[in-house]
């Protein structure tokens, strides 16, 4: 029997005096992930009006996802894209700068990718 460790793990973190909603995927996303994670989500951001959203994704131990958690970060990405003022994702793969493109067609606020922790969160805070 394999431990396979994966997950969505959300947390509000403080950075000076701002504060980031940070999502840090690890291993290969699975739908049942989503299920479990988009209900704390919708209660976090449910008293959010308008673009006030900072994110950090940490991709740094994400391994891909199934077909359908793919669909469901994509759906998840159109529903929250109206309260995101910026997002920085972060991590070191070779498609993130490509996702990061992407994900801005649906996402009101900014979107960039880095390698580097300390100059995403520079980023967001600035």
Do not use: C
Request: aromatic content about 12%.
């Amino acid at each position: 029997m394999t431990n396979e460790h994966h997950g969505i793990s959300i947390g509000i973190e403080r950075f000076g005096s701002e504060f980031l909603l940070v999502f840090r995927a690890t291993g290969k996303l699975t739908h049942e992930d989503y299920q479990a994670i988009t209900p704390f989500l919708d209660a976090a951001l449910a008293g959010v009006k308008g673009k006030h959203v900072k994110v950090l994704v940490d991709i740094s131990s994400f391994a891909g996802w199934e077909l359908r958690a793919a669909w469901d970060d994509f759906k998840l990405g159109v529903k929250m894209g109206s309260q995101i003022e910026k997002v920085a994702i972060y991590g070191d793969k070779n498609w993130q700068e490509l996702a990061s493109r992407v994900g801005s067609w649906f996402i009101s606020g900014e979107v960039h990718s880095f390698n580097d922790y300390g100059a995403a969160i520079e980023w967001l805070k600035g």
